[in-house]
């Protein structure tokens, strides 16, 4: 495995990072297999974990940290906070009050005493950013955080943080996590630049587009998704743009096939092969998924197969408007001027 610099922090990380969003609940509940899965990762070199409070409610933080004990030393472990916990209006966002009180539940279920990266898992037009670089500068003061970052941020967000931390002396984001897929190039066009000229690392999430280049969905198997997690516009199959999407996976499919590689490589290694990129965090559910990935990690895509890329899907597009980040990097309807 070769590493890479996580921005300039000095810290060296796997070009893959271990996403465990599938972990409990919400994907696979038997623990044994995800630890299973963690422990293979670790061994496979990769040494970079990202996961989340909100992940099946905090199972998914147990059992990374459960996992991880006896190894913590060797990995980067990231997670989150942000979103809602339960019904309480305070058991979310990005306040202080907030900030204070779930990092103790964070580190009490990953059963160690500081996280590596603590992100910011959506920005909030409803808090001041100096509020929440504030209590996680406190944060890392403490020690209880070594490094923080942003997720799913515009450009425009990203370098209003690193001002705000600039003028305010506060510890900045050394990280963003956007999503990136050959399906969704959006950031090329403002985000990558921005976190490049920075010097942030980027981790980027859903590089297989949640599922659509993994081959699971396809022209001559187009049904739609039945799990009520899946946003309906970003896989109702008799849209315009997600059959433009099936058409597109036909061609990739094929340029795959004469490159000599899965679809699934080919879409893994196109996000870690940008420059501007650090880490592609992949999520499996099953040890079979996870080793249906582990082989980009080792890919360098030709600068033929990039142009093929490039013309299938152009620098800069998201075929899919409803693929972009959760509403940040789109002109939303009530923010357009008519």
Same mark, same amino acid.
């Given at each position: ?129 100096? +509020?929440?670089?504030? @209590? !996680?500068? $406190? &944060? ?8 923080? %970052?942003?997720? =799913? ?104 096939? +004469?490159?000599?590689? @899965? !679809?699934? $490589? &080919? ?8 420059? %501007?990129?650090? =880490? ?59």
């Amino acid at each position: 495995m070769q590493y890479r610099p996580l921005g300039r922090t000095g810290v060296q990380v796997s070009p893959l990072c271990l996403g465990a969003m599938m972990f409990g609940p919400w994907g696979n509940d038997d623990r044994s297999d995800a630890t299973a899965v963690i422990h293979r990762a670790l061994d496979a070199g990769i040494n970079f974990i990202d996961t989340a409070d909100v992940y099946s409610a905090g199972v998914s933080e147990e059992i990374v940290g459960g996992a991880i004990a006896a190894r913590r030393d060797s990995v980067f472990l990231a997670t989150k906070f942000f979103m809602p916990m339960d019904d309480d209006p305070n058991h979310r966002g990005g306040s202080r009050r907030w900030i204070f009180e779930e990092v103790e539940n964070s580190l009490r279920r990953l059963g160690t005493d500081h996280i590596d990266l603590y992100q910011v898992h959506r920005p909030s037009p409803d808090v001041d950013v100096e +509020e929440t670089l504030g @209590a !996680l500068t $406190d &944060l890392v003061h403490q020690g209880k955080v070594r490094y923080i %970052g942003s997720s =799913s941020y515009a450009a425009s967000q990203i370098v209003e943080a690193q001002w705000a931390s600039r003028d305010r002396r506060l510890e900045r984001f050394v990280t963003e996590q956007p999503p990136y897929s050959i399906l969704v190039r959006g950031i090329e066009e403002d985000v990558l630049p921005t976190t490049q000229r920075y010097g942030m690392g980027t981790l980027t999430y859903s590089p297989l587009s949640g599922g659509w280049l993994s081959g699971r969905w396809r022209k001559d198997n187009a049904s739609s998704p039945t799990s009520s997690a899946r946003p309906s516009a970003r896989f109702d199959m008799s849209s315009a743009a997600n059959q433009r999407k099936l058409d597109m996976v036909e061609d990739l499919a094929t340029l795959a096939d +004469e490159a000599g590689m @899965a !679809l699934i $490589d &080919l879409a893994i290694a196109f996000v870690i092969n940008h420059p %501007g990129v650090t =880490s592609a965090i992949v999520g499996p559910r099953t040890m079979e998924q996870f080793e249906s990935y582990l082989p980009a990690a080792e890919i360098t895509l030709s600068t033929d197969v990039l142009d093929r890329i490039d013309e299938i899907v152009a620098p800069g597009v998201t075929v899919n408007p409803d693929d972009n980040s959760y509403g940040t990097n789109e002109l939303v309807v009530s923010a357009r001027r008519r």
